[in-house]
Nanobody
Framework: VQLQAFGGGLVQAGGSLRLSCAASGRTFGTYGMGWFRQAPGKEREFVAAISWSGSSTYYADSVKGRFTTSRDNARNTVYLQMTSLKPEDTAVYYC?????????????????WGRGTQVTVSS
């Protein structure tokens, strides 16, 4: 499975962005998907996850209520809608796929990682 995240950019605090992650392969609909981010000088951290069907989602406390993840299995794409963005949301955002229908917040759960997309939130 190959993953590519895109949709990042520069936005003012309080603004919104939608990230997309396109996946190759016929089995995308069986994978749990996750979003992670890494800010400069910091370790990569969990942001959100969604189960294979989209029926279950899980969010980091820092983004709960502001970010929403969804997926379209027909398009092999998962999304991260980000609203009320804050400067501390500035990071490179990555999508990841797990050969599991469950969801998890730990990096080792995920088998495939895509290139990241930069999100910069100005104050």
């Amino acid at each position: 499975v190959q993953l590519q995240a895109f949709g990042g950019g520069l936005v003012q605090a309080g603004g919104s962005l939608r990230l997309s992650c396109a996946a190759s392969g016929r089995t995308f609909g069986t994978y749990g998907m996750g979003w992670f981010r890494q800010a400069p000088g910091k370790e990569r951290e969990f942001v959100a996850a969604i189960s294979w069907s989209g029926s279950s989602t899980y969010y980091a406390d820092s983004v709960k209520g502001r970010f929403t993840t969804s997926r379209d299995n027909a398009r092999n794409t998962v999304y991260l809608q980000m609203t009320s963005l804050k400067p501390e949301d500035t990071a490179v955002y990555y999508c990841a796929a797990a050969r599991s229908r469950d969801i998890a917040s730990t990096e080792r759960f995920y088998d495939y990682w895509g290139r990241g997309t930069q999100v910069t939130v100005s104050s």
